[in-house]
């Protein structure tokens, strides 16, 4: 059965269009990702499916329930996570949950249980009469998604649920996030821009100006690349690529400060290619395709650039600021 | 049932996060005491003489209660601005419960911590020689309650539109001033000019200083004066407040709705 159920959505603002056309399934207990560029249309998408925009034209049905027409029943049935900071930083931990779980219509006498439940799940139940202004960054990403479930929602929507979180932080909120999954067998809809998380996706849609690209499992996405990349670093870059190109290697891709190349079998391409090659080499490696290439490879353009965007770091500095 | 109870869940909210800020706490509570001091001694001096046939301090201390009432039910909605910018309006937003409920809630608050301030200035009213009947004080304290209603509605209707922190504060600064000066407070509104007139019959701060006059100064000084200064009735300005309240929290239900 598909929990989430999307046909051709469209959302326009003005002579915009941030969604074109998309439809798509999700099946309950999924891990559904969304991978695209800064305003490639995620949280566009994400507020619409959660009622807080209206499709410009198109349907979407989440749990059985239309966003329109049945505002209400798609909210119960929906936990959120914002892109943005929405926690209430005067109020402690659990004044937030109080106030989520009785606007959610959580019965008085179940409210105790659960707020332990989803505390102990995100490790923050020992700060629970702390305020949250003086929470860190992950501790407040971290109580946000307990907010999101104490309402018992059959689908869990996150949107870029890491943004602005360093490494160690981002590994340990996946270990909770991948947790719900197994334990409480949750449906999970997240949006995403970095690679590496996309890896834990059981699917995901590419999403590149407003449109759906590929939609797949990591797994068969990295396939369709090819077999492996093997990238060179050389002085003469430009004559390295003319001499690649001389020999028939036609997937070249010009990076920074090497070349990449896509090849069917690189374990044994890659002595072969050296014994070959006439153009000093100064640097070869040897990985296989990530989704990064995947996107790459569907739009010709990097998802984005190594340094983070201007937007991205406004936003890392906004959460600092709201800090 | 539904909406009283998120309406109560977000009122109560917002009496928690006032309880928790000192500073607004202390500001509310210095500034009655602050008007008192200025009006009271100063102005009594120089004024007490007024040919209104009225004492000034009795003259003017509806229109204290009500200057104070205005300031703090304003400047509590600014807290829907502070919640537009700092995420939190989006979680009620998107809670299933009803967007006038997120509206009332608000105003209620505001109108909670609007009123109950205005009870210290009920409290201090004998010592700066002001002279209340106990038996008024229910209907006194029900005016303070509708000004505060109305002007907290206003100031979430004003608050549902604005986007930012800035804007908002300009825009309070200018409507306070014309607000508080056209009430009636300082001087009667029953010969002024035409323009101010219209002015003051669209202003809810005049309904509220006009009935608390009447009800303050009622059997203390011959009708024939207190009629003088009179321009509705007591129950005509409860209702006008009552429904300027109203209708300004439902414009910003239709604000909310249409802005998310
Ligand atoms: N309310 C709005 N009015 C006008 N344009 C909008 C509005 N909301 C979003 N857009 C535009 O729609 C596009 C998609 O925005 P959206 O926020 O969905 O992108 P995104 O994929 O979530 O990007 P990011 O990774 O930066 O969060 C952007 O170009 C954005 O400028
Ligand atoms: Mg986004």
Redesign the interface.
């Known amino acids: 059965m598909s929990i989430i159920k999307v046909e051709n959505l469209v959302k326009k603002f003005g002579d915009f269009t941030a969604v074109n056309n998309i439809s798509f399934e999700v099946k309950k207990g999924e891990v559904f990702g969304f991978l695209g560029p800064n305003g490639a249309g995620k949280s566009t998408t994400i507020n619409m499916l959660s009622t807080l925009l209206e499709p410009t034209e198109g349907t979407a049905m989440i749990n059985g329930f239309s966003t329109v027409s049945e505002r209400d029943d798609v909210r119960k049935s929906v936990g959120l996570v914002f892109q943005d900071p929405s926690l209430d930083d005067k109020l402690t931990a659990e004044e937030n949950l109080r106030f989520h779980a009785k606007l959610y219509h959580v019965p008085a006498q179940a409210y105790q249980h659960r707020m332990k439940e989803v505390l102990q799940l995100v490790d923050l139940w020992d700060r629970k009469d702390d305020q949250i202004r003086a929470f860190s960054g992950g501790m407040k990403r971290r109580l946000e998604i307990a907010r999101g479930l104490i309402h018992y929602p059959v689908i869990l929507f996150l949107d870029e649920p890491t943004i602005g979180l360093d490494p160690q932080t981002r590994a340990h909120l996946w270990d909770y996030i991948l947790k719900l999954k197994r334990e409480k067998q949750m449906t999970i809809f997240m949006t995403t821009h970095y690679m590496n998380e996309a890896e834990f996706c059981d699917r995901i849609a590419i999403i590149d100006h407003g449109q759906i690209v590929t939609l797949d499992t990591p797994e068969n996405l990295k396939k369709g690349v090819g077999g492996n990349i093997i990238t060179m670093q050389s002085r003469d870059k430009r004559g390295l690529k003319v001499e690649l190109e001389k020999m028939g290697h036609s997937k070249i891709k010009d990076e920074n400060d090497s070349l990449e190349i896509e090849v069917e079998d690189g374990a044994s391409m890659l002595p072969k290619l050296l014994r070959e090659v006439r153009t000093p080499i100064d640097t070869v490696g040897l990985r296989k395709p990530t989704l990064d290439d995947v996107f790459l490879h569907l739009t010709g353009r990097k998802i984005r650039e190594e340094n983070a965007s201007g937007k991205d770091i406004m936003r890392q500095h906004m959460r600092m600021r709201r800090g | 049932m539904?909406f009283f109870?998120?309406t109560f869940?977000i009122c109560h909210?917002e009496l928690?996060?006032y309880w928790?800020?000192k500073v607004r706490i202390l500001t509310t509570l210095i500034q009655p005491l602050m008007f008192l001091a200025i009006f009271g001694s100063g102005l009594k001096q120089t004024l007490a003489q007024g040919n209104f046939g009225v004492d000034f301090i009795q003259f003017m201390y509806p229109g204290i209660i009500a200057m104070n009432v205005m300031g703090v039910a304003f400047f509590s909605t600014v807290t829907t601005v502070w919640d537009r910018e700092?995420?939190?309006l989006?979680?009620?937003?998107?809670?299933?419960?009803s967007r006038s409920s997120i509206a009332f809630g608000k105003t209620l608050g505001a109108t909670v911590i609007a009123s109950s301030q205005a009870l210290i200035l009920l409290v201090l009213a004998p010592f700066i020689g002001v002279k209340l009947d106990i038996i008024t004080l229910p209907l006194l304290f029900l005016f303070m309650f509708l000004v505060a209603l109305a002007i907290s509605g206003m100031g979430l209707f004003i608050s549902s539109m604005m986007r930012t922190m800035e804007s908002f504060g300009l825009l309070m600064q200018i409507l306070i001033f014309p607000m508080f000066f056209l009430s009636g407070a300082f001087f009667p509104l029953t010969s002024v000019p035409t323009w101010m007139s219209v002015i003051a019959k669209l202003n809810p701060l005049s309904y509220g200083v006009d009935a608390m006059r009447q009800i303050l100064l009622g059997g203390q000084i011959p009708d024939q004066i207190l009629a003088k200064f009179t321009i509705n009735t007591i129950p005509v300005n409860g209702l006008f407040l009552l429904v300027f309240g109203l209708v300004a929290v439902s414009a910003a239900v239709v604000v909310f709705n249409k802005r998310?």
């Open positions: 539904q109870g998120a869940t909210r928690i996060r928790r800020d700092f995420g939190f989006r979680e009620m937003m998107v809670a299933p419960i998310g």
